[in-house]
């Protein structure tokens, strides 16, 4: 009889060179992949939490259909140059996301004007092809190294880990450095660079059309920055990517035919504008109201404005002409790239009466103990972008601390007045009237129907002002423009709701009906 062995023999490990970096690569850049998509998607639904709900859904669903055909194709055939061929696939399929962003993606919203639709089919569109084939990756290197049964356990876990702490790296990366740098386009190029590399890496270096992938996508990454230069130096207006925004620039007219600077940071909704030809003049209807700081506080000497965007009140305020009593203006801006952008294309000045901080307004307002004679809120990016935070009873609480006595807060909401389209001005409402004494609307489109979206301008006090009544009721005295303001006031009673609080702010459900 044959000696029996009881040793299980163990087989030599086999597949391909760095098989832990090519696992902690491909979570990485799949990450990468999800963060600038976002950058992608804006231009044409938006940055709203619809956008990242459909973005990071779409993603997970073909992560999880990747990992389970990975896990077919490996059973099937495993082999190094099949998990080389797979990262080609998705390098390829990262290369043309700036392909089909171009050419589909305003033709995507017409076919789908619903812009729940709209963002789900974008997100497929763009982004099925390379999830699925980096979602197929771990999976595939798992079975490629599973050689060992008593060690499984500890290679599977091994190797996941590397997958995930790659996808962590690869979050703080895109959403720290990458977006702030480069634009959409250069990153999904640089996507698709990375992957053919790894690719390469997989094939040890015999893989032709990973090597020409990686090439091209380098060279239309630096030709895109040179065509950039050009028009930047030829004066064309960029688009710009900063860490909370996708800043499109344009030149345009107003109605009256002024020429006209404009910001835009979601389709089809301006968020600030400049007069070229009188940078300090209001364009924007709602931040004309900033003019009643006269009358709410007569003799203010400073002013606290929460969300710079294009720093149209600010710039105001700076102009001796319209404020000749030069009121110190501190600002809290949480993008520090819009900043940049309004000195840069909007004539933003240099001025000693203006501070400028790089935060969320909220966080301020919590670590505050500074007062202020005139608090302008205008937080709203559009009616895609709500920063609950601001919304609710205990902001309002802050802001009353940040309000002087006989100073006045006023806040920029975009809603309608009543109705379905109404909730969110109600709920935002009734958390300023917890915290003021008095609460006054002004709509800057007075005479629409009140269930239509507009802005609406809260004028928040934290005294009883009984000097103001006969102003709201007769002001014939007042200069013009005071007049006009204070005739858009809405003296109607706002219906009753609970108001948003810090534990339950459904902030999201109320604004996604201004979109119907």
């Not at 925004?245 to 835009?264: E, T």
């Not at 389209?421 to 009237?433: D, N, T, V």
Request: proline share 6%.
């Amino acid at each position: 009889m044959s000696k029996r062995n009881d040793k299980t023999k163990k087989t030599p490990p086999t597949g391909p060179p760095l098989p832990d970096f090519v696992a902690f690569a491909a979570g990485a850049v799949v990450m990468v992949l999800e963060m600038a998509g976002a950058r992608v998607m804006a231009p044409h639904v938006g940055t709203s939490v619809i956008v990242w709900t459909s973005l990071i859904g779409v993603m997970l669903a073909f992560l999880a259909l990747g990992a389970a055909l990975g896990g077919r194709v490996a059973d099937k055939t495993l082999s190094a140059a099949t998990l080389a061929r797979i990262l080609f696939g998705a390098a390829v399929g990262a290369a043309l996301v700036p392909v089909t962003h171009h050419l589909f993606g305003a033709r995507l919203m017409q076919i789908c004007p619903n812009v729940y639709l709209g963002a789900v089919a974008g997100a497929i569109l763009y982004f099925a092809a390379p999830a699925t084939l980096f979602g197929m990756v771990t999976p595939y290197i798992v079975r490629l190294r599973l050689n060992d049964i008593a060690s499984s356990g500890r290679t599977v876990g091994r190797l996941y880990a590397l997958s995930t702490v790659g996808s962590i790296a690869g979050t703080f990366l895109g959403g720290f450095v990458l977006i702030s740098f480069f634009s959409c386009t250069q990153i999904m190029l640089g996507v698709a660079t990375a992957g053919a590399t790894l690719a390469m890496l997989v094939a040890r270096g015999k893989f032709l059309p990973a090597l020409c992938l990686a090439v091209l996508a380098l060279s239309g990454a630096y030709a895109e920055t040179l065509h950039t230069a050009l028009l930047t130096a030829q004066g064309a207006l960029p688009t710009l990517e900063t860490p909370y925004n996708h800043i499109h620039l344009y030149d345009g007219f107003a109605s009256d035919k002024r020429p006209v600077r404009v910001i835009q940071t979601d389709p089809g909704k301006i968020q600030s504008a400049v007069y070229l030809d009188d940078p300090t003049a209001l364009y924007c209807e709602y931040t004309r109201y900033i003019a009643l700081a006269d009358i709410l506080c007569p003799g203010f000497r400073n002013v606290l404005v929460l969300g710079g965007g294009g720093y149209a009140v600010p710039r105001w305020l700076l102009a001796e002409t319209n404020a000749p009593r030069k009121p110190e203006v501190d600002v809290v801006e949480i993008d520090p790239g819009m900043t940049r952008v309004t000195r840069d294309y909007l004539s933003l000045p240099d001025s000693p009466r203006l501070r400028v901080r790089h935060e969320d307004a909220r966080r301020f307002l919590n670590r505050n103990t500074q007062i202020w004679d005139i608090v302008f809120v205008d937080v709203f990016n559009s009616w895609y972008s709500v920063p609950f935070q601001m919304g609710t009873a205990e902001a309002a609480r802050a802001l009353r601390r940040a309000t002087a006595p006989n100073g006045a807060l006023m806040m920029n909401v975009i809603s309608a007045f009543n109705g379905e389209k109404g909730r969110l001005f109600e709920a935002i409402y009734a958390g300023l009237r917890l915290a003021f004494n008095e609460v006054h609307v002004f709509a800057v489109n007075p005479a629409e129907n009140p269930g239509e979206v507009q802005n609406l301008l809260l004028v928040a006090l934290p005294e009883q002002r009984p000097d103001l009544t006969g102003l709201f009721s007769d002001a014939r005295n007042l200069p013009a423009n005071i007049r006009f303001l204070l005739n858009t006031r809405v003296t109607r009673p706002v219906a009753a709701r609970a108001p948003l609080t810090d534990d339950f702010a459904p902030a999201e459900r109320y604004a996604l009906s201004l979109l119907d």
